[in-house]
């Protein structure tokens, strides 16, 4: 009884919130995967309103432009994301930072930086800090005492 009252005590199963919050990071993307216009609303009307035609970027930029570049990055995002799923359901949690490493590369290869990709940053960030694990010195007490009591005969 003891066990399962800190089991209650603990709250919802971090693994589950952590496989929410990563459907809802995932529904948060761009749809398109080829929005790079200037998303800043403080930006003149004219700069927001030239970079749906006009887009000047550094000549040294990683940010993807071909449409099949975009595609295939969007496909990497995509691939990243799920593998972080599957390390989340195995409570693997070195697997599941890696892939939230690599799905923030493929975040860089697809927008340039704004406020939209920064706040994804922030989330991803927020992501990799999530436990798939709950943890109590409570935990596992039950099955040591039959141990303890099974190893006495």
């Known amino acids: 009884m003891q066990e399962r009252a800190a089991l209650d005590a603990l709250g919802p199963d971090p ?3 952590a496989l929410r919050e990563l459907a809802v990071f995932s529904t948060a993307l761009p749809a398109d995967g080829a929005s790079v216009a200037v998303e800043d609303a403080g930006a ?7 970079s749906r035609v006009v887009r000047v970027q550094p000549s040294g930029s990683s940010i993807a432009t071909d449409p099949t570049d975009r595609r295939n990055a969007r496909d990497g995002l995509e691939l990243e994301l ?14 599941w930072r890696e892939a939230l490493v ?7 290869r697809l927008w340039p930086d704004s406020p939209r990709r920064r706040m994804l940053d922030v989330r991803l960030e927020a992501l990799r800090a999530m436990p798939l694990s709950a943890s109590s ?6 099955l040591q005492q039959l141990q303890a009591l099974h190893a006495s005969r």
């Open 82 to 95: 799920t593998l972080a799923r599957a390390a989340a359901e195995r409570r693997d949690v070195a697997a």
């Open 44 to 50: 003149p009307w004219w700069q927001r309103l030239l």
């Open 15 to 17: 693994r589950a919130v």
């Open 137 to 142: 010195p409570l935990l596992g007490s039950t």
């Open 102 to 108: 690599r799905a923030s590369a493929w975040l860089h």
